[in-house]
């Protein structure tokens, strides 16, 4: 059964510093992770992409991915008000299906 | 300019009826998707459609048929709505077949059964 684990949360951060958000995935063979924003009511939307071991950077979200670990988290710097929202994880398997984690919901506090 | 659309937004009917969603996304992506998340937000997949053929088929009742008359559109019908259809049906689409493209997703339907 594949799988993503991801902490529901919510994860509550002041504004201002840095969030960190979590998942493991149980596909060992899986090249492809995708981190998903979701505001209430609305629709998923790409934020972040990853493919190789190490860090990605897109301004103020940093994706690392740790394939022996089966780990990929993303970190928020300078957490904003409008960061608040569920951040859903995702990998791509062998049958180019995604496999989604329920997500962590994120608060950030002004 | 949408590039995933979906309708209607809201549908609201009784049990027992049928209803259809409608996509149609204007990426040029040759797989389209349905998607269901309940009340507790969890995304399932539900079918996906690879150049008009079905390739994914999750273990859904057959209330659920997929048409696709072309490959920028995939419909939605729902025979004998029940109560536990109520959730909302995201439809997306992808470029498959190549490990670096992301789905990319319609605004919803919130369909709720009376």
């Known amino acids: 059964q594949k799988e993503v684990e991801q902490n529901s949360g919510p994860l509550s951060v002041p504004e201002g510093a840095i969030a960190s958000l979590n998942c493991t995935y149980s596909?060992?063979?899986?090249?492809?992770f995708f981190w998903y924003r979701q505001y209430s009511g609305k629709s998923p939307e790409l934020i972040m992409s990853?493919?190789s071991n190490g860090d990605k950077e897109d301004g103020r979200f940093t994706a690392q991915l740790n394939k022996a670990s089966q780990y990929v988290s993303l970190l928020i710097r300078d957490s904003q008000p409008s960061d608040s929202a569920t951040y859903l994880c995702a990998f791509m398997d062998s049958n180019y299906q995604l496999i989604w984690g329920a997500g962590t919901k994120l608060i950030i506090k002004p | 300019d949408t590039a995933v659309s979906q309708t209607p937004k809201y549908l609201v009917t009784q049990m027992g009826n049928d209803k259809s969603i409608k996509c149609e996304q204007n990426?040029?992506?040759?797989?389209m998707y349905w998607y269901k998340q309940d009340s507790k937000k969890f995304l399932k997949i539900m079918f996906s459609?690879?150049?008009?053929?079905?390739?994914i088929n999750e273990t859904v009742p057959n209330r659920f048929s997929p048409k696709s008359p072309d490959k920028a559109h995939l419909n939605l019908h729902i025979n004998s709505l029940e109560l536990g259809d109520s959730a909302v049906y995201f439809c997306?689409?992808?470029?498959?077949?190549?490990?670096?493209?992301?789905?990319?997703f319609g605004d919803g339907t919130r369909l709720s059964i009376l």
């Open positions: 990853i493919y």
């Open positions: 990426l040029g992506h040759d797989t």
């Open positions: 997306a689409s992808s470029q498959a077949g190549e490990y670096n493209q992301p789905q990319h």
């Open positions: 459609y690879n150049n008009k053929e079905l390739i």
């Open positions: 596909d060992r063979v899986s090249q492809s």
